[in-house]
């Protein structure tokens, strides 16, 4: 795909609401946008400084630093897809930016919580033609081990992503109220390693006629906020260059854990169904602690 290629399906429209840092944001219409559609962009959330933090982490992830990285290269790709997630510990750039720039502020009013908990970092980075790393349709918190509704992906763009390799959300599906199955993101035919039974297939929204898609292109630092309640997919990257974004995931004081099978990146051997999540791994960032 060339980069003057242009979404063809009709059934997404750039209507991710969108708000701009001289707004001064979050401010209540971007909180009301996020309450109603799942999702919203902030524009300009992080400028060159913040960015260039961001890319140092990124070099020291990619050297060894991480100890929670996977570089995967799909069958007949060019370029490799690379994620890595909960490498704040090892990482001291990305701890600078978590902790030391203003994601906090702006994530916190998104939660009206009295508290705000780091859950993780991660970091995505397709590389130029890694064309077939598609993210299916789904759903963050079916990956968690946790229940309660603040909980929210702050997601900030690293590269200029056009709208034909932008993220893709299903607009208001965090209102369904129903956390479905997590799906297997290498091999979406097969089952995922800690699947849920109970809980309901991924229904196929593309068919779907009543399922509003909404996507938005994004340059560098600007910033997506979305509900882990939230449908979200994209494609892979047929573009000629790098596709990266870092994200925070946060939970606010309505969320407990659930003692159920996760990734190690989301448990704590020492939680039990019910507790509070924060300590050491999930440190209280804002507001009163909850532990
Ligand atoms: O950018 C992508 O391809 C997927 C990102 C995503 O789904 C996530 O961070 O939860």
Known sequence: ????????????????????????????????AYK????????????????AVIEEGIDEAL????????????????????VSSQAW???????RFIFDSHIADIAWPFL?????????????????????????????????????????????ALDSIPIETALRFYRGSHSLGVIHQATNFENPAEDYKHLRRERAAVPNIDADPSAEIIATAM??????????????SAPGNSLDRRRAAFSVNWVGDDVTYDDVPALD??????????DRITCDKFPLVRGIGST
């Open 89 to 95: 510990r090892q990482v001291r750039p990305f701890r």
């Open 265 to 274: 990146t989301y448990r704590h051997p020492e939680l039990k169904t019910g």
């Open 63 to 82: 050297s060894g630093a991480s100890t929670n990285l996977d570089i995967v290269k799909k069958k007949g790709d060019a370029g490799s897809f690379s």
């Open 219 to 232: 340059e560098p630092g600007d910033m997506l906020v979305w509900n882990s309640h939230t449908f979200h």
């Open 112 to 156: 009206e919580s009295s508290s705000l908990t780091l859950f993780y970092d991660f970091l995505l980075i397709k590389q130029a033609h890694s064309d077939s790393a598609a993210t299916p349709w789904h759903q963050d918190h079916a990956y968690y081990p946790l229940n309660g509704k603040k909980v929210i992906n702050c997601w900030t």
């Open 36 to 51: 109603r559609d799942g999702v919203v962009c902030l524009r300009g959330a992080f400028g060159p400084d913040w960015l």
């Open 1 to 32: 795909m060339s980069e003057s290629a242009v979404i063809t399906d009709p059934k997404i429209s750039d209507k991710v609401s969108t708000f701009y840092v001289e707004d001064g944001w979050p401010g209540a219409d971007a909180v009301m």
